[in-house]
């Protein structure tokens, strides 16, 4: 990955046929995304590569209920030490998801089955996985899907559900941001049995380890935080006054800001200049080396276009 700021093609779409065309068939960029784990800016880019809620969205758990174990997993516990910021949450509480090692069974199973907030099937999901060290990461299988999530009716059959999963290598040490993106629930993979029967009050998550007997103590492997939004929530619109144009060196500045209260417990590193078009356009993309976003911050970015 390497830092840089370019327009891409779809921006230049933008310019080109809205000084050309007495009535445009394009709205100007007007409104802001943010992300995670942005690659190096290509033209052909039409979105972040991980961009993520600047609002609060609505959280379906806060990290402070108890998840219960089967399989070979055990019930979860609290942990006050390691937890995430973000969605309007107060709460200092995320779930050590525990195994102790005395199951037999390589697939660890931990369940809420009745959120906090129905999961929303028209909506994308979130939450954060923290793997605390390479000797947790090296109990994680290494071959096929290692982390499945499902989203159930309680009371369903077990083959009704929504399912995302990920490899191993789609994981890492330290806290991931699971996600299904821009992907809504009821688009993800349905079980064998279909789609579920009724409301999404139940949340799964299954992780497949290398040995039955492998274990997670307190603090090797903690969940927080499951959450949705829409897509009018994973972008802002610019700072008041802005753009500004110097029409004598032909160059825009926009100001774009990130309240203390916004996209927090996030490590940014990439911001997106979007229309409003029905389908959303991408005007550009910034690559920058990742910050850190807590409620202690208030970021401003200041983009600008010349035309040379």
């Given amino acids: 990955m390497a830092n840089g700021s370019i ?28 992300g995670i784990s942005n690659g190096t800016p290509a033209v052909a880019d039409t979105d972040l590569d991980v961009s993520v809620p600047i609002e609060d969205g609505t959280v379906c758990d806060d990290g402070s209920n108890t998840l219960t174990g089967s399989s070979g997993a055990d019930n979860s516990t609290n942990n006050t030490t390691t937890f995430k910021q973000g969605a309007g949450q107060s709460d200092v509480t995320a779930q050590n998801l525990i195994a102790d090692g ?9 369940t809420i089955a009745a ?28 071959s096929g899907a290692a982390l499945t999530i499902k989203f159930r009716t309680n009371g369903n059959g077990p083959t009704l559900f929504y399912k995302y ?24 993979t349905a079980g064998g049995g279909g ?20 274990e997670f103590t307190a603090g090797e492997l903690v ?15 610019y700072l008041a006054s802005y753009p ?32 409003t078009d029905g389908t959303i356009l ?17 970021f401003t970015f200041i983009v600008k276009d010349r035309l040379i």
């Fill in 244 to 275: 500004t144009i110097d029409e004598t060196n032909y160059e825009q500045e926009t100001r774009c800001q990130l309240l203390s209260t916004e996209a927090n417990g996030f490590d940014l590193n990439g911001i997106a200049l979007i229309n």
């Fill in 282 to 298: 991408m005007h550009s993309e910034d690559t920058f080396t990742a910050e850190s976003k807590s409620d202690t911050d208030q």
């Fill in 195 to 214: 789609a579920p029967s009724g409301v999404l009050d139940e949340f799964v998550i299954e992780l497949e380890t290398v040995n039955a007997a492998d």
């Fill in 165 to 188: 999963e990920r490899t191993k290598a789609q994981l890492a040490v330290g806290w991931n941001w699971v996600t299904s993106g821009t992907t809504i629930t009821s688009d993800l």
């Fill in 102 to 110: 005395a199951g037999t069974n390589v697939l660890k199973i931990w």
């Fill in 223 to 237: 969940y927080d935080l499951l959450r949705e939004w829409t897509v009018a929530e994973r972008s802002k619109i």
């Fill in 115 to 142: 959120l906090t907030a129905n999961k929303t099937a028209a909506e994308p999901f979130g939450f954060w996985l923290y793997i605390r060290d390479a000797a947790a990461y090296v109990k994680v299988k290494a």
């Fill in 7 to 34: 327009i891409v093609n779809n921006g230049k779409k933008i310019i080109i046929n809205r000084a050309y065309k007495s009535s445009p068939d394009y709205t100007v960029p007007s409104r802001f995304r943010v």
